[in-house]
């Protein structure tokens, strides 16, 4: 509460103090409308009606050209411009006052040559006059660049993509040489100032690996979440697809995999500190850059948090000394509807087939027998009708057939599913005077997402300003940043029932109901009248649904720095962030829950009269989250040169640092809950009532699992220290070191840190005065080492115990998760680095490329016990793994000159493997399963393993391989201890991916597109699988319109024929054989992008400073894969993501 | 001058900062009540092996059935040589040594709880508990992997690994038999003088004196010590004797037993994850064998309170004891007066005996049909008896090991499986009455496997 008034205050502090001087030049605007008019008399009419004084040599009316000018609120300039544009005449403008100079005194062309740093000629920049859009010229391949002007007084603005903008007054009539400087930083990532969250390290003094995202590239994308727009622009990192639950798989991986159960994801730091929120809390519209840090001299300095690579962002801040700017950003992005066609299941009328034989091979018993949680599909129901003697056969047939031509997805499309429809308006303003710089932004976005009644919306403010307290030796700054969001979450996309031929609303839209639990004639019949309807109707369960989750997240900064003495500074940081986000789902009467809740727990008493231990009303879950963190940091920063020549250039920084972030996780359940009393009814826990539609079975009401309350607390203290050392700007070496300590293990005091250690160092050959590659002007060479750590939290040395409720006799009962184990450690990762920067002439290419070496040390990982010690599995540091890989970085010009084509290639390769892992599983099926993680030792963590395939026999029954013989023993060759039945196939994550990005300049516009590939892994795709069709549990699979049917159709096909009854351990054997390994292989189209950018500097009538329009186009479609089924590898399962198309404009006022 | 009062901050609170519990849920126990909630842990601490159950002969199995079973119970239905096929992770062995463990925590925890006149009384129970626990563990081990208590050879037969300590490195190796049996009987004593004289009256997991003296006279039976057996069963029934009327039990319920009826004095099952056959009702396919169905009488209640025909007409077990479909293997009353008829006899006590026997089966016969069961000789009452008690505890896991112990004094019996015409014996004294240790326990501990005979 108290920290919420502060943000409150400082927001407003931050507020008021703003002296928004804003700027303002008063010029008279002309209206002329004038055809063929003598230049004197337009002169004339400037003179008398808006107080322009022109005076020049006598000669000048005789050689002046009549002029036709229509202008509207014009400035003085453009009007001259116009004016004097043919004329064989210059003005010059001073005040109120235009000279006019006839030619014969100023040539009317200006003449030049740019030429780089190197003295070399720069072609293909654009040279204009301020102000002006009507002159300009690119300069030739010898630099040289002419045009005609028609003042002599002007600055000429030279702009460019790869040299600094410069702005220069003309001097004169002789011709120009003009020494433009590059501007590498913002470009290629090898000549950047990185950010590692701690300091801000130039190019020319890294000797480690990081990769610098530019504001550029962030907003390249359209997305809400900022994360999203580094997918398929930043090397070496991927976003994985297809993640199983229970795999610990992280959703971004930068590098390859080095832990096994421990914390899997990338550090992600905002400002300084870790952060601790929900990462769509960052608009990205306030996102200045984006830091990637990769090897252990990059990563380091983070510690014990390095270990899975480090993302660094940083936000955007005011500069001092600058006009306010007012930034204006809104786009609308528009998806498809998902493709519900994509998954391959059985049609309608395959599926009553096989329901049919199901039925004639008695499957479904005897209607008599069955109980009310025998659900039968609507075909069966008219089937046992038909048997019963309700219906005749043709009734029967007739409403089969009806069966036949319906598909539930037309009604799951229709009432489902919608176009997504994505808006954001981002609106910020920033500026500076010499004491002061400030930034604040409003941010909204409001999502309609591809289900019905699903959604987000988010407003974000942003405020931050820096106070140079004493010039150049004190400086203040405060930051807040507040996020709220509400998220809808009332549709799961499908319905809980595999029949495909549903209708689930009838012509006029009203709701129908489908088999779920209980069997339709159970439900039709039930009770009388006294239960609550029983039907489950999936379109009134999406309308009645009410869960959202509505979302508060806030942190304040502080820092202070001081400037002690010659280059030692001081600093220190705090940051305080806190969260809550609040889970509410609304379970009323309405809903097949509650209602089923209410009536599986109605009681009858022996005079007929009922009771409802779940009371009549609805069920109301919360789930609040909470976090909050403190971040302190003290940091000394010493940056020198030194030397009679500067040559030795020294910086170094050491600090200390805490953290302490505490999370609450509290649920709660309220029964009979009414919205208008706001309140529920009490219901008794402890006894347990038979169930109403199964009378043997009794159970308490739910409890445990919706009311809990749980408290963690991480807490860090943390050394460390980092400096460089650069001898003429040539030769650099770095180290760093840091100790981590934490109250997560929970030993003694001397074993709770870590100590962490890097070093690293760099040579610039190319400064060299023996180089002498002339084609190749830059070239680096860098090496580092080191260790990053990571932690896992489920681990403890002591003997741990924790509460799981009570036990049957109503006691609380605990279990052990861990025997003591006094000797753990951290997980500590060694990184190995090679790199290489180089850039050709004129920068036409140049890039990176690295190798590197990450061996995972001490990884948490489980390994057997002997099971009489009582715990047969031991976790602890056991397990070993090896990456090794390499990152290429490439960009060309392709073109320059007015039309510019640059290309952006990267290319990431990642091997990783276990080298040790402690427990093997006793059978191939272990491996077999994705559930869970079963490491081998050898294999990358996440492999693709196959059973080995001999074909289909004579009976179109599959065949594997036990004891080297041909067998159809499925339960042994699945269980079997014969690790040569078990094929690696190979990873399951892309080895090789990167991607291709073109981009294409002409005047105003741009367009770019984006390729991006993946290789040389492996997936798992589902088949038919009989056992999972009859019972129910899948729609089945297209493959069973392949299936061996007769004899000789093994020769063609390796789908199984159908057999009754179902033999599960067959159906195991063929999903988990070779024949379904598919290759992933494949490359993208991922996005388009075209923009069109309007500066006032060319178009001085803009309304504005700057305009800039675009389109995006987002997953736009896969233009080559490996396999042939139809499967997009990056959505093996679940639909792919639909295309959208984003339009958005970006306004500087 | 901030500086120097972080830095204060920073040197300070540095070990009470790092000393906060990382999470609300996990516990380091330490207090009394950790210690009861662990040993509360009713789905562990409940459950005995299966495979002594699964190795006698009270039911038989239809042969597609036994087809589909796992390598274990495959082969142990069999009395196959090897049952595990290399498959380790065995819970008839894993689960007990987990109890063993638990237990270790608690008795390696409560000295370091100071002891005062409020909490002497929990403190005592708990210890009593804890050390009840870890002998039943032991000796329900010891009734499956070890050989059959012989006081001649007991110094030199090879028992099971006796772990007290909660400390993972040590390597487990096989105590003698004498050893083994002299633990259980060490720590049941310890129990029986620690624990309440109550039989808890909800709280039926947790063992009392008189479960402990049960278990005494089960362990005794057990090795053949008769006159101990006697004495602990004698001692039990002074303090808790309870029986139930079983005309007082409904005949249509399959769970016609509450969990916390008279007779129970300590309530246990057999293990359930890995046991797919005695499911009783579940399993239609787990058929009581006919000689035993067949040997009650029409007046006796309890061939419709134990067992109920399937639907192809053969019986199956239903809920025992436990108020559970799986077979009740815990400790109760009717044991007790079995083992102490069977002592009397034994020690030449006719009428004693028979009095026992009668007070018992009383209770289980239609009121007003029952007939006292006569003997001419103390030996006829003693085989009358032996019939009794296998009619009485049949399902209960006790089978087994009355089979090793009557087959040590020249009973005879050799079980017979018929599998689809195939015939398997398991001859009296046999080696396989010892089960093999599973593989991943001999490969980490590189302890000696019981004798295999050649196949």
Redesign the interface.
Known sequence: MGSKRLAVYLLLLACFQQSMSVYCQSTPSITLSERDTPLEKILIVLRDQYGYTFVGDASWTQVAKNVTIYVKNANIREVLDICFKDQPLLYKLKDNRITILSIGQTPPFVRGRLINEKREPVAGVSISIKGSGSSSAISNDNGEFSFRITHPDVDLVITSVNYVDMELPLSGPKDTVIQLKEKISELVDVSVVANNGYQEIPKDRATGSFVQVSNALINRRVSTNILDRLDGVTSSLIFNKNIVSGTNQSAITIRGRSTIAGNPDPLVVVDNFPYNGDINNINPNDVESITVLKDAAAASIWGAFSGNGVIVITTKKGKYNQAPKVSFTTSLTLGRKPDLYYQPILSSGDYIDVEDSLFKWGFYGNPQFASPSTVWSPVIETLMAQKEGLLSAGEAQARINVFRTQDTRQDLARYFYRSSANQQYALNLSGGSAKNKYYFSAGYDKNLANLVRDGYSRVTLNGNNTYSLVPQKLELSTGLFFTASTTQNNNSGSINAVYPYLKLADAQGNALSVPYQLRQSYVDTVGGRQLLDWNYRPLDELRNADNKTTLTDYRINIGIRYAIWKGLEANAYYQYGHGFSNLQNFQSQKTWYTRDQINEYTQVDSTGKLSYPVPMGGILDKRGTSYDANNVRLQLNYTRLLGRDSSHSLNAIAGAELRDVEQQVVTSRLYGYDQNRQNGLPVDYTISYPQYSSPGVSAKIDYTDWNHNLVTSDRYLSYYFNASYSYLQRYTVSASARRDESNLFGVNANQRGVPLWSAGAAWEISKENFYGLGWLPFLKFRVTDGYNGNVDRSVSAYTTASFFGSNPYGAIAASINNPPNPSLRWERINIFNVGVDFAGREHRVEGSLEYYIKTGKDLIGQSPLDPTTGSPVFTGNTANMRANGADINLRTKNIKGLFQWNTFFLFSFVRDKVTSYGQKAGSVYNYLNTGAINPLAGRPLYSVYALKWMGLDTQGNPQGLLNGHVSKDYSSIYTSSDFSNLLYKGPANPPMFGSLRNEFYRKQWGLSFNIVYKFGYYFRRSSIDYSDLFGEVSPGHRDYERRWQHPGDEQYTYVPSMVYPKNPTRDNFYSNSEPLIEKGDHVRLQDIQLSYDLQKKSFPRLPVQSVRLYLYANNIGILWKANHQGIDPDNISDIPNPRTLAMGIKLDL | M??SG??M??SCG??S?????????????TTL??F???L?????MGVTPALGELSADNYYLDYGFWQTL??KQHNAYTWAPDIYN?????DD??LP??????A??VLEGLPKVSVDSSNRQDWNALKGAALFIRAYAFYNVAQVFAPVYDPASAATDLGI?L?LS?D?N???FRATLKDTYGQIEKDLQGAESLLPADVPS????RPSKPAALAMLARMYLSMRAYEQAGKCADSCLQIYSRLIDYNSLSTTT?LPFT?LNDETLYQSSFITATNLVLKGVVVPNCVVDSVLYGSYASEDLRKQIFYRLNVDGYPNTIGSYNNSIYPFSGLATDEVYLTRAECRARAGDKEGALADLNTLLKTRWVTGNFTSFTAATPEEARDTILLERRKELAFRGLRWTDLRRLNKEGQNITLTRNLNGQLYHLAPNSPLYVLPI?P??IA??GMPQNPRPQQ
Request: glycine share 4%.
């Open positions: 901030l500086l972080m830095g901050l920073f540095k070990s900062f790092l000393d906060k519990k990382t999470n609300s849920d996990l516990i380091i126990p009540s950790d009861q909630a662990l509360d842990n009713s789905i562990l796992d390598a290399g498959q380790g992770k065995v062995w894993d040594y987990q109890q063993v463990f638990y270790n925590v690994p772990r909660t993972i040590a390597v487990s909800t709280n039926r997991n399959i969990r599973p991943d326990v980490f501990s």
